[in-house]
């Protein structure tokens, strides 16, 4: 769908549109398209219960939109991961605006990993439930989920993977909260983290079982792979957490 077509009720990409959107989520497109200089949505890269994922071209290049679904997104299950994260302490949630919430929260992650050297989509920008990023893959296809690589050099993937999980952890200060072979992308002959909309700082109460999660997920993959566990490099918190992770933030 180009920019000229998106106000035209009869064009055939706005009736799909209408049909998965909701209308401040559509008017939330046509702003994203205006203000950024989107000159086509391109084709979906994925289709999730909670989010779908564009790849979409500005100025010639591939970019990423990544739209959260208004009415699927669980009020519940996702405030547990705003209300302990400071970040977002003075926020009012609220069943419509936890979503605009969700998607601010994704970028202010990609933006903090991106600074500290973490392998992720670089962030573009956010608007309501609409959130551009940098497009991992070709102009055929995206980037595939490590689940789904099939080459013979998937050690270095998940090698890759965890060094950067790692350099999340210490250096970003973020746990991922969703970490298995769906939210890391090989590209490159690097692995890159994606999907942190949920991840949240080591101070939030939760922190220290999110990170045993994402790690024990790691874990069983790379094993059937035939990684074992002492091969592969882990956070150093993993082994002893922080006394006052409080502290180690303030540093930062
Ligand atoms: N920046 C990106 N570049 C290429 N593909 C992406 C990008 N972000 C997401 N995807 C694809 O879309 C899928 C869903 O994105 P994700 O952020 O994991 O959302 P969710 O799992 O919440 O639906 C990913 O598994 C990946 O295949
Ligand atoms: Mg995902």
Excluded at 41 to 61: C, L, M, N, Q, W
Excluded at 74 to 96: A, M, P
């Amino acid at each position: 769908m180009r920019a000229g077509e998106f106000r035209r009720g009869d064009d055939p990409g706005r009736k799909t549109m209408d049909k998965v959107f909701d209308a401040r989520t559509l008017d939330a497109i046509y702003e994203v398209m205006k203000r950024f200089k989107v000159d086509l949505i391109d084709y979906p890269v994925s289709t999730g219960k909670e989010s779908v994922v564009f790849k979409a071209i500005v100025r010639k290049k591939n970019i990423a939109i990544k739209i959260y679904k208004m009415s699927t997104l669980g009020f519940n299950s996702v405030r547990e991961y705003i209300e302990g994260d400071y970040r977002f302490e003075k926020e009012k949630l609220s069943r419509s605006s936890i979503v605009y919430v969700w998607a601010r929260k994704e970028f202010i992650n990609l933006r903090n990993m991106e600074e500290s050297g973490v392998k992720c989509p670089v962030p573009i920008g956010v608007h309501k439930n609409v959130l551009l990023m940098q497009y991992l893959g070709t102009s055929l296809k995206p980037a595939p989920q490590l689940r789904n690589y099939n080459g013979d050099d998937i050690a270095v993937y998940i090698h890759s993977a965890m060094n950067q999980y790692k350099n999340m952890v210490e250096k970003s200060l973020l746990i991922h909260a969703d970490l298995s072979e769906y939210n890391i992308l090989c590209y490159r002959k690097n692995a890159y983290i994606i999907d942190v909309g949920q991840s949240v700082p080591i101070t939030h109460p939760m922190a220290r079982e999110f990170l045993n999660r994402d790690i024990n997920n790691m874990i069983v993959f790379a094993k059937k792979a035939g990684i074992l566990q002492n091969e592969l490099a882990l956070p150093t918190f993993y082994h002893s957490w922080p006394e006052d992770p409080h502290k180690l933030l303030r540093k930062q």
